[in-house]
């Protein structure tokens, strides 16, 4: 059974960078099939994309986050991760790392069918 | 931005149909899932590619497409069918995930 694991800091100083990783075990992070994503909900609100990797390192980004975004990929140790910088009190969330399924040929970003735990990163100092 | 709407609440009594629906100008062309979250819980997918149904979901979910409109029916409604419901799909191109703003069912 596929397993998603999210780890880092609960709480990060406002202007300062957010990192975390995604554990995968269970199965391959290097299968040519999915992408693998990030996906972040502010307390009492809805969910929002954040961006999705493949082993290769190809990534797609919000659109409304990408300048502030990086994510990056260690197939050795089947880990995927995110950093956000300059952070506000508006990027505290619970943070979901999650198995993207996609059309690799042409690629066309589909549907998250496995999800970690979610973590919750608050922005405060 | 690409926007994927959806009403905020929805509300029916138990055993009854209840109906979610998600308006995107792009879902004519792309394909709509459907998340189950309850609190303090990730969300699960329950429907994909308009009208799939994953190996463990219900039967009494289903999903349906009809021009820039998809709909989550749930048929009979049961007590543990509370919870968010969420729409998500891709904007024209295929390469920018959206969600809906997430629809609260609650079963009176």
């Known amino acids: 059974q596929l397993q998603l694991q999210e780890s880092g800091p609960g709480l990060v100083k406002p202007s300062e960078t957010l990192s975390l990783t995604c554990t995968v075990s269970g199965g391959s992070i290097s299968s040519s099939s999915y992408y693998w994503g990030w996906i972040r909900q502010p307390p009492g609100k809805g969910l929002e994309w954040i961006g999705s990797i493949y082993y290769s390192g190809s990534t797609y980004y919000n659109p409304s986050l990408k300048s502030r975004v990086t994510i990056s990929v260690d197939t050795s140790k089947n880990q995927f991760s995110l950093k956000l910088s300059s952070v506000t009190a508006a990027d505290t969330a619970v943070y979901y790392c999650?198995?993207?399924?996609?059309?690799?040929?042409?690629?066309?970003?589909?549907?998250?069918?496995?999800w970690g735990q979610g973590t919750l990163v608050t922005v405060s100092s | 931005s690409y926007e994927l709407t959806q009403p905020p609440s929805v509300s029916v009594s138990p055993g009854q149909t209840a109906r979610i629906t998600c308006s995107g100008d792009?879902?004519?062309?792309?394909?709509a899932y459907w998340y189950q979250q309850k609190p303090g819980q990730a969300p699960v997918l329950v429907i994909y590619k308009d009208s799939e149904r994953p190996s463990g979901i219900p039967e009494r979910f289903s999903g349906s497409s009809s021009g820039t409109t998809v709909t989550l029916t749930i048929s009979g409604v049961q007590a543990e069918d509370e919870a968010d419901y969420y729409c998500?799909?891709?904007?024209?191109?295929?390469?920018?995930?959206?969600f809906g703003g997430g629809t609260k069912l609650t079963v009176l």
């Open positions: 792009a879902l004519p062309k792309q394909y």
């Open positions: 999650a198995r993207h399924n996609v059309e690799v040929f042409g690629v066309v970003l589909l549907y998250f069918d496995y």
């Open positions: 998500q799909s891709a904007d024209s191109s295929g390469t920018s995930v959206v």
